[in-house]
């Protein structure tokens, strides 16, 4: 998506609302935004796919002679990507299963409503005892939070599969969870890795639920010439939401003013319910609050 043309609509001028997400989150996005009311415009500032590359990283650890995936104690799921990325890898592996069904418990986590994906048919394909695999869900969907949900790593290893990111500058959220596993005493931990890439943007009222889709807003913003001071010169009145603390801290941290910080992001009504809470208040206590 690319910026067509030098011109921001007040916030106050339509019910438009635009929102970065990558493709995988964007219909459920769109889907809240128009119960509100209000008309959803896709801006991807960022794609995540998976590829050839990916699906052949993931095999490394599953297939046979011997599946490197016993050689850890858990799995870290960050993103929905990364969980359908490794089920595509599961499909893949023929005639026998990554994991011993004897020995201790196998650990599997992903974050809020990510977790989905680790149903039955996920698990049946990952070991043939069930009752082996311990599923972790953190009440708080932030990747500190799993961290701490996994507890004191004791020297064991944890698989993580996270994104190359190509085109931008990687944000921290990834390195700084990858090191706070080290902290915790994980004996070690691997990346495997697929790909990403930086795209743009346009237009109003924003709605970022990640750290890399305001890197790629910002690096579309610069290939036309823009920056963020100059939209929001045009721009006054245009609210800024986050999908979560994380988020709007990154997003700050790059200089980006969010108005709009969603106390709930296990799932995206919390940021919708936000902004809406946001636009009802009075222009002026809405930019002094």
């Known amino acids: 998506m690319m910026i067509s043309q030098r011109y921001f609509p007040a916030a106050t001028d339509t019910r438009l609302v635009a929102f970065t997400t990558p493709e995988n989150y964007a219909g ?47 799995i870290a799921f960050t993103s929905r990507t990364g969980i359908t ?11 026998t299963l990554p994991l011993d069904p004897d020995g201790e418990f196998f650990t599997i986590s992903a974050l809020g409503k990510d977790s989905e994906l680790l149903d039955r048919f996920f698990i049946e394909r990952v070991c043939g005892n069930k009752v082996k695999i311990r599923v972790i869900v953190p009440a708080v969907a932030t990747p500190s939070a799993l961290v701490k949900e996994l507890g004191l790593g004791q020297g064991r290893k944890v698989l993580c599969p996270v ?26 931990r691997e990346r495997a890795s697929g790909d990403g890439e930086g795209i743009g943007w346009r237009s109003g009222r924003v709605i970022f639920t990640g750290m890399a889709e305001v890197v790629g807003f910002l690096k579309s913003l610069g290939e036309m010439g823009l920056n963020w001071e100059m939209v929001r010169r045009m721009c006054p009145r245009m609210l800024t939401a986050a999908h979560g603390p994380v988020t709007a801290a990154g997003g700050e941290s790059l200089g ?18 936000a902004l809406e809470s946001k636009l009802k208040q009075p222009y002026s206590q809405s930019q002094s609050s």
């Open 256 to 273: 980006v003013g969010i108005e709009v910080v969603s106390a709930r992001f296990h799932s995206f009504g919390g940021v919708v319910d």
């Open 85 to 95: 990325a490794f089920s595509e890898a599961l499909d893949g592996v023929c005639n």
């Open 163 to 188: 994104p190359i990111v190509t085109g931008l500058k990687e944000p921290p959220v990834l390195p700084s969870f990858l090191a706070e596993l080290e902290k915790s005493r994980v004996g070690s």
């Open 28 to 74: 459920k996005l769109s889907r809240l935004i128009e119960l509100m009311g209000w008309e959803p415009l896709w801006c991807p500032t960022i794609t995540v796919e998976r590829t050839p590359r990916t699906i052949t990283a993931v095999l490394t650890y599953l297939q046979l002679p011997q599946p490197f995936l016993h050689r850890f104690s858990a």
